[in-house]
């Protein structure tokens, strides 16, 4: 056992408080005095960055957490977990900043897509698989943002106003199952406020965190959300990130000084901070992590992603398709052959690769059959980031030549990039650059009009065919959240006609207008490319000559994206137009939903099958290729409720910087009536069919029986809700209380066992500001989602 008590004593009150901002963007000082070596965090939860942030240093990018969330599988999360922490020591990260468990409030929330769940159970139990994943293999997890960071609009300084009993019941249950049963070694203090107090100096912070459920580890501010000094500092924060800069430093030195600050509170955190050192082997003398067993990525991500894919439609058994009696294959839509592997803000990682779905069917299906292919409609409005494609760098290389380049004109030094983003998040360019410029040739691939162009903020220069063809400053809109720079920075393009096979020399010149969190900027280039109504027509035509259309729609990173919420659930552009040509045209039309978060689909009745993708991660054409064809099962039941129209959903937009909670306890499917709901939560059709024979409970356990009554083998999960006919207690309908998962083969029978722990029949009393149980008999419902429910029967309290 390490002392470190003693180790904190040896610190001057200049050291310590050192150690309580980071040292850059991404790692904590090393204090040799104490053995503290660097120890670096980094962002999750779809992948481990690392400390630079692209196509240089690829990640495993695993599907998104609504995908894993549709799983309802713990010990898949966990292996994923365990994947993860590989990922994290490849990388040389000790701490992973995920998992994200704030609650589907809303589906328009930004994040949606980062979170797992409108039921704080299922995130709950999630969560903490995702946790027992990375620290059971060494690496901390960063549990986040605590707490109703659940939208992103005006989120650095919104306060959200939660009603107690919501606030206990549902947006911090998660969190309390995640540090007392998953061990959490940090947790992320959010950006906004709750009820009046900004949430890096929440009092909740000290009595619930600390007092109530006794957390001995580190809490972190998110980045650039400490705003003070003393409060902050006797909140219980911890750590102040990033740094080398913050509000703490010699102010803080200065407060404990003048008394405002204990210094033992001081202690507390760097005593929290050596502990968490120790826990991830970033104490010289600290025992070595468990080593991680190499996990085959491949293989992993795409099983995954097939277990999380949801299977909402499939009208007459159209899938799994008949492989024998295909010839021709239409695979249509915006997202078909550029794959959307994940959401963006901080979870975007550059994975090694990506599957499209055409490619994945193209593989799959092989020669013998014909694989067509259209974009259908575009979906984005923005110019894309420059692919290398149509790249030919100046040493003949595919992509780019960057040259970082002093005030006096000299090249400071050059890098070789395949790609056209470029980010340089809390690192330091090369000591005196004045300008960075990038070279490369555009090489046509076919005719017609190039549209080149940039994104960023900061002076910008293009020249195309050695003349300038514009000299702009590009600057965020007033009030722009800072992701925006990332994720939808403002843009200049200027067209450029080519014949197929010529080419054009393109110098883009970028002066960095430094905002505080590194260097952001994109060469942009989009080829040519028919207008809607042409693509539509072209889609159409390839849909009616082939033997079974898929079509792959899905939202883009300017709708669904950290930093922004969305205004509209509506599939962006023309798709539901294009879905309905298709299926005019085919009556055996399948549709991919490749989104992160629910969206409309007006046409989901008029189709023969739709399966909800979410963002799968890298292995996403592989996976679907794998459940159309029925090599594997589209495993995935619904985290979340799919609307079917936007009426009385939540808002995100505050009022006087004020967002009221207003709904309480009646988020998805608590609130949800059947006529305002598309997919019900927890609902999910697999390749075989399932009776409900039998349940009974026994001391806090359920065996439920079932039978296969399909053709197959398949995987059933077995949700059990909980309700309370005539309560005195103002409550949901019904709400979630347990679930598992069984498999059997044709006609067999297989018996889930369901564990419905004690919380499950509390409620928050709001006068003795505690749990209680309201006495008398509640009813248990049994089935295969909120609304599929064959099986009941009555209980007392366990």
């Known amino acids: 056992m390490i002392d470190l008590a003693s180790r904190v004593a040896r610190l001057t009150l200049e050291q310590k408080v050192r150690l309580l901002t980071g040292a850059d963007f991404w790692s904590l000082h090393p204090e040799p005095a104490v053995g503290l070596g660097r120890l670096v965090v980094s962002d999750g939860p779809a992948g481990v960055r690392g400390e630079r942030w692209d196509e240089r240093d690829p990640s495993a990018n695993v599907p998104s957490p609504t995908a894993l969330a549709a799983t309802w599988d713990e010990e898949r999360v966990e292996r994923l977990g365990r994947l993860l922490a590989a990922e994290a020591r490849r990388k040389g990260v000790h701490v992973l900043l995920a998992p994200t468990v704030n609650l589907h409030r809303t589906p328009y929330g930004g994040r949606h897509f980062e979170c797992f ?43 959200a106003q939660v009603d107690e009993r919501a606030l206990r019941e549902l947006y911090l249950a998660p969190f309390e199952a995640i540090v007392n049963e998953g061990g959490v070694w940090s947790v992320m203090a959010a950006y906004n406020g709750v009820n009046g107090t900004t949430m890096t100096e929440s009092p909740l912070l000290r009595e619930i965190l600390h007092e109530e459920w006794g957390f001995d580890g580190v809490v972190m501010s998110d980045w650039f959300a400490t705003r003070s000094t ?20 010699d102010a803080l030195v200065a407060a404990v000084r003048g008394g405002k600050v204990a210094e033992s509170t001081v202690d507390d955190k760097v005593l929290r901070l050596l502990r968490l050192a120790a826990r991830v082997g970033a104490l010289t003398d600290a025992p070595t992590p468990p080593a991680v067993a190499e996990a085959d990525i491949a293989v992993e991500l795409r099983d995954a992603a097939a277990a999380g894919f949801v299977l909402a439609r499939n009208e007459d058994a159209l899938l799994p398709l008949d492989r024998a009696a295909l010839r021709t294959v239409a695979v249509l839509g915006p997202n078909a052959s550029v794959a959307r592997t994940l959401g963006g803000g901080s979870a975007t990682v550059f994975p090694p690769y990506t599957v499209s779905p055409v490619d994945g069917l193209r593989t799959a299906l092989g020669d013998g059959v014909e694989v067509t292919q259209a974009i259908g409609v575009r979906a984005h409005t923005r110019t894309p980031v420059a692919r290398s494609t149509w790249l030919v760098a100046p040493d003949g290389r595919p992509g780019v030549e960057v040259r970082f380049v002093a005030a006096d004109g000299s090249v400071v030094a050059t890098e070789h990039r395949t790609g056209g983003s470029y980010t340089w998040l809390g690192t330091t360019l090369p000591e005196g650059i004045a300008r960075v410029e990038v070279r490369t040739t555009l ?3 076919g005719p017609g009009r190039y549209e080149v162009g940039c994104s960023g903020v900061g002076r910008f220069r293009l020249a195309l065919r050695g003349t300038e063809v514009f000299d702009t400053t590009l600057a965020l809109p007033d009030g722009a959240d800072i992701v925006e720079a990332l994720m939808t920075p403002p843009q200049r393009t200027h067209p450029v006609r080519l014949a197929a096979g010529e080419t054009a020399d393109i110098v883009l010149v970028h002066e960095p207008n430094q905002l505080g969190i590194g260097v952001i900027f994109q060469l942009n280039l989009e080829p040519p490319h028919g207008t809607d109504d042409e693509e539509i027509e072209r889609a159409v035509a390839l849909a009616r000559d082939a033997d079974v259309a898929v079509v792959v729609v899905g939202t883009t990173e300017e709708v669904e994206s950290e930093g922004f919420d969305r205004g509209t659930l509506a599939l962006p552009g023309r798709q539901d137009e294009l879905v309905r040509r298709v299926a005019q045209a085919n009556p055996r039309t399948v549709v991919v939903v490749n989104a992160g978060a629910p969206v409309l689909l007006p046409w989901a009745d008029e189709v ?30 619904l985290p979340t409720t799919w609307p079917r129209t936007e009426h009385g959903l939540p808002d995100t937009r505050p009022v006087g ?14 609130a949800a009536v059947a006529d305002g709901v598309r997919y019900p939560f927890g609902h999910g059709l697999g390749y075989t069919t399932w009776e409900y024979v039998s349940a009974d409970a026994a001391g806090g356990v359920l065996h439920v029986r079932l039978r296969n009554t399909g053709p197959r083998a398949g995987r059933e999960v077995v949700q059990v809700y909980a309700s309370r006919p005539g309560s005195a207690i103002d409550r949901p309908s019904r709400w979630l209380v347990g679930f598992a998962a069984v498999t059997a083969g044709p006609g067999e029978e297989a018996v889930a066992t ?9 409620h928050w009393d709001t006068e003795r500001h505690a749990w209680s149980v309201e006495p008398g008999a509640f009813q248990l419902h049994i089935g295969g989602s909120s609304v599929d429910l064959p099986l009941s029967l009555t209980t007392e309290a366990l």
């Open 117 to 159: 769940s409108e039921d704080p159970l299922l995130t709950a139990r999630i969560g903490v698989a995702y946790v027992h994943g990375l620290q059971r293999a060494g690496v901390g997890a960063t549990v986040k943002h605590f707490v109703a960071n659940d939208s992103e609009t005006e989120r650095m300084t919104l306060d």
């Open 230 to 249: 003393e409060p902050a500092a006797n909140a219980a924060l911890d750590l102040v990130m990033p740094g080398p800069h913050g509000p703490w430093g």
């Open 443 to 445: 090489q046509a691939t």
């Open 608 to 637: 023969a099958a739709v399966l909800l993708a979410w963002f799968p991660g890298q292995e996403f054409g592989n996976a679907l290729a794998d459940v159309l064809l029925g090599v594997a099962e589209p495993g995935g039941r």
């Open 657 to 670: 910087g004020v967002l009221k909670y207003g709904e309480g306890l009646a988020v998805g499917y608590r």
């Open 754 to 762: 369901v564990a419905v722990r004690e919380r499950a029949f509390q």
